[in-house]
């Protein structure tokens, strides 16, 4: 395990520095270089994305509570919250009709043929994944194994086969049978038909260089790190020209761009040191800046957005690296930024001995966050190994008591709803995972299941929800 984690950080130190013709990345970029390697590793996502989805989450200027019942915090008190009750009535249920046909595919769960009647009824919380095989190598499962397979998901957490070996990662969906993808072996964008499972590429936008790539969270944008070590963003709607946004990112920025909420920004340096600034793009009037998001004399990580114009952060002593945080030695800290300019950085909390801190999170709608959180104490984890999650509205903390998958956790958000995926290991490739949609408003829970038996399975590899 050791031996393959070094080896996979030499690997993606030496291609930043040899992208960069020569110049050696700065010790924030190696070091960011480092936890993105790492926290890769745990979070096991499709391969083939370009992009990633935006990610961050907020925590409270009081306590975190776990949504698997945390031990409660000292000198703290949680604020009700209101009962979740599941609704036990599942929503577009399909017609009846002539039985089900099983389909079988070895590593796979139970699953049925998708057909019209099943097409028709798709509706608001339907989830679209793609079933991966545990650490990418499908050749493990045996005889007649595929590399990967379309599922779709019915509320209830009926399994519906729609292809196998689809060459696509599944952008934002509407739950119509004409499917948003990036395909292409990631380079294009194109259309799956949940009819045939057929994926059609779409024409590439007049414009764009032939490194350009589409960011997977996004309909419209396209990202492109260079050669030449600097970075660009381009949008591209109604299917129209590319339009320039900004060039002259920082280096390895533009590809792993977080976009807020109504995707007006985008933020590109989503860590600093040394209070250094972070590069804010602007996504409507075009052009880039740099912003002081963080403290002086910090180290700072980004959480997530809070809001369209509002990042926040985890901000420790630079002189103390150590992540996460076993004591308040580095005196921790949350910070909201301004991404306007208008307001200087504002500490909202100074973690104490026995708080949760936040780690790697998403932003919900009606301004509600979550995300993965740890304690602070002596038996911390690393960063990639959370096992909880707390939802945070109005700056208040509410506790969940649902049917959330055992693990260490790992955030999505997709169609309104929080995807939560539970691995049974911490690091390493080799791990299984269940992917769990909760709907916040109605408390209910789709489940998506690895595949049976103790050896290599298939896994949901971030699922996308119809809204």
């Given at each position: 395990m050791a031996e393959d984690l070094t080896a996979r950080l030499t690997r993606e130190l030496d291609v930043a520095e040899g992208r960069l013709g020569g110049l050696v990345p700065d010790p924030a970029t190696r070091a960011a270089v480092v936890r993105r390697?790492?926290?890769?590793?745990?979070?096991?996502?499709?391969?083939?994305?370009?992009?990633?989805?935006?990610?961050?989450?907020?925590?409270?200027?009081?306590?975190?509570i776990g949504v698997r019942a945390a031990p409660p915090l000292p000198a703290t008190t949680p604020t009700p919250a209101p009962s979740v009750t599941p609704s036990s009535t599942p929503a577009h249920t399909p017609t009846p009709t002539a039985a089900r046909v099983a389909v079988e595919r070895p590593g796979m769960p139970p699953m049925v043929a998708v057909d019209d009647a099943v097409l028709e009824s798709v509706g608001s919380g339907w989830a679209l994944t793609l079933y991966v095989a545990t650490g990418g190598d499908a050749s493990a499962l045996g005889p007649g194994a595929v590399g990967n397979v379309l599922v779709l998901a019915s509320p209830?957490?009926?399994l519906y086969w729609v292809g196998d070996d689809v060459d696509a990662v599944i952008g934002p969906w509407d739950g119509s049978p004409q499917v948003p993808v990036v395909t292409g072996g990631g380079t294009a964008r194109g259309r799956l038909d949940l009819r045939t499972g057929d994926v059609t590429e779409l024409p590439r936008p007049a414009g764009l260089p032939a490194d350009a790539r589409p960011l997977r969270s996004s309909a419209t944008l396209w990202?492109?790190?260079h050669d030449n070590g600097k970075g660009s963003i381009w949008t591209s709607d109604g299917g129209g020209p590319a339009r320039l946004v900004a060039d002259d990112l920082p280096p390895y920025t533009a590809s792993t761009a977080v976009v807020n909420p109504g995707e007006t920004a985008a933020l590109v340096t989503t860590w600093s040191v040394d209070g250094a600034p972070s590069r804010v793009v602007d996504l409507v009037a075009g052009g880039s800046r740099d912003l002081a998001l963080g403290l002086a004399g910090t180290m700072c990580e980004l959480v997530a957005w809070e809001s369209a114009t509002t990042v926040l952060s985890v901000c420790g002593d630079s002189s103390f690296e150590a992540r996460p945080f076993s004591d308040t030695t580095g005196r921790p800290r949350l910070v909201r930024g301004d991404v306007t300019g208008s307001s200087a950085p504002v500490v909202l909390r100074d973690?104490?001995?026995?708080?949760?801190?936040?780690v790697q999170g998403v932003t919900l709608p009606g301004g509600r966050v979550a995300a993965t959180a740890y304690a602070i104490g002596p038996d911390v984890l690393p960063e990639s190994c959370m096992d909880r999650v707390g939802v945070w509205r109005d700056g208040a903390m509410a506790a969940l008591d649902a049917d959330?998958?055992?693990?260490?956790?790992?955030?999505?958000?997709?169609?309104?709803?929080?995807v939560?995926?539970?691995?049974?290991?911490c690091l390493g490739d080799e791990t299984r995972s269940t992917s769990v949609v909760l709907d916040l408003m109605s408390g209910r829970t789709t489940t998506l299941p690895p595949g049976p038996g103790d050896g290599?399975?298939?896994?949901?590899?971030?699922?996308?929800?119809?809204?």
């Open positions: 390697v790492r926290r890769g590793r745990a979070a096991r996502t499709f391969a083939a994305a370009t992009g990633v989805a935006a990610v961050g989450a907020v925590v409270a200027a009081a306590t975190w209830d957490g009926q990202t492109a790190d973690f104490a001995v026995g708080d949760l801190v936040p959330l998958p055992e693990g260490y956790v790992s955030l999505g958000v997709s169609g309104g709803r929080l939560i995926t539970g691995r049974d290991q290599a399975v298939m896994s949901a590899s971030a699922p996308v929800v119809a809204p």
